[in-house]
């Protein structure tokens, strides 16, 4: 097993420590998508999907824009995605009650589905590594939970105001 004893700092300007979170957090996912493949082989459900699933878990009847303003995908790019899932059965396009010329995107029960055992097999993976870990580790990393979502909320509200700000800046373009 290759161990790191330091990570990379692309910026001097950030502590250390800011970038082997970093590190850290980008190894976990990183072993997590691909140590699950064993059950879920990325055609029969690319991470695309697996994150829109994420999405509309959380956030039920999005449309096709604001999922790829969530995402950070062009509209097009998850337009198409969202044409796979639903020849899939994994969601499906509802008229939106509020614009009845706009159709939200919904999960259907597959989609759930695909997603709880998608889910669940993580959960699997990460409760294996957790149970092998000595009692501090895994005191110690349990202790960061509450730190580390306080960490995630700064971070979105942090992306919002970029947004906003974004929105509100006056278009470069000349008349």
Do not use: C, Y
């Amino acid at each position: 097993m290759v161990r790191r004893t330091k990570s990379p700092v692309p910026d001097r300007s950030t502590p250390v420590e800011v970038w082997a979170l970093a590190d850290v957090v980008n190894r976990l996912r990183r072993i997590l998508r691909s140590s699950i493949r064993s059950e879920f082989p990325w055609e029969r459900l690319p991470m695309a999907q697996v994150e829109i699933l994420q999405r509309l878990a959380e956030e039920p009847g999005l449309r096709v824009t604001e999922l790829a303003g969530r995402q950070k995908l062009a509209i097009n790019t998850v337009s198409n995605v969202i044409q796979q899932m639903v020849l899939a059965g994994l969601v499906d396009r509802r008229v939106d009650q509020q614009d009845r010329r706009a159709v939200t995107v919904h999960l259907t029960d597959t989609g759930h589905d695909q997603l709880q055992a998608w889910l669940g097999a993580n959960g699997r993976r990460l409760d294996a590594a957790f149970s092998d870990l000595a009692e501090k580790d895994r005191t110690a990393i349990l202790a960061t939970l509450p730190s580390l979502g306080r960490l995630v909320q700064r971070l979105e509200r942090l992306e919002n105001l970029e947004r906003a700000n974004a929105s509100a800046e006056p278009s470069d373009r000349s008349a």
